[in-house]
Nanobody
Framework: QLQASGGGLVQSGGSLRLSCVAS????????MGWYRQAPGKQRELVAI???????NYADSVKGRFTISRDNAKNTVYLQMNSLKPTDTASYYC????????????????WGQGTQVTVSS
């Protein structure tokens, strides 16, 4: 399972760092990512990082957000700088986890949302 944290209320231009820890029956973790969903809108990809690691970002956050991972801690981070009111949303972490137990299937997991609110 995934446990996300780090959301909060911040003024426009401020910064927040989200964390998401994976736990349980883990052999390895492939991609890890962050998605967000604003009220009345569809969930959208914010950033994703592979095990290589290679990172990709939504155009709306490029240059402002940085995704990283600590494989030893099974944790993915999202450093968010220069936040804008349009970044206000619930942020969800996602991970593709290969189980330790056979047949070592890969399952996609979602964390609970963590709210980010950016005031103008």
């Amino acid at each position: 399972q995934l446990q996300a944290s780090g959301g909060g209320l911040v003024q426009s231009g401020g910064s927040l760092r989200l964390s998401c820890v994976a736990s349980g029956d883990i052999f390895s973790i492939d991609s890890m990512g962050w998605y967000r969903q604003a009220p009345g809108k569809q969930r959208e990809l914010v950033a994703i990082i592979t095990s290589s690691p290679n990172a990709n970002y939504a155009d709306s956050v490029k240059g402002r957000f940085t995704i990283s991972r600590d494989n030893a801690k099974n944790t993915v981070y999202l450093q968010m700088n220069s936040l804008k009111p349009t970044d206000t949303a619930s942020y969800y972490c996602n991970a593709e986890i290969r189980s330790r137990s056979w047949p070592r299937l890969i399952t996609q997991y979602w964390g609970q949302g963590t709210q980010v609110t950016v005031s103008s």
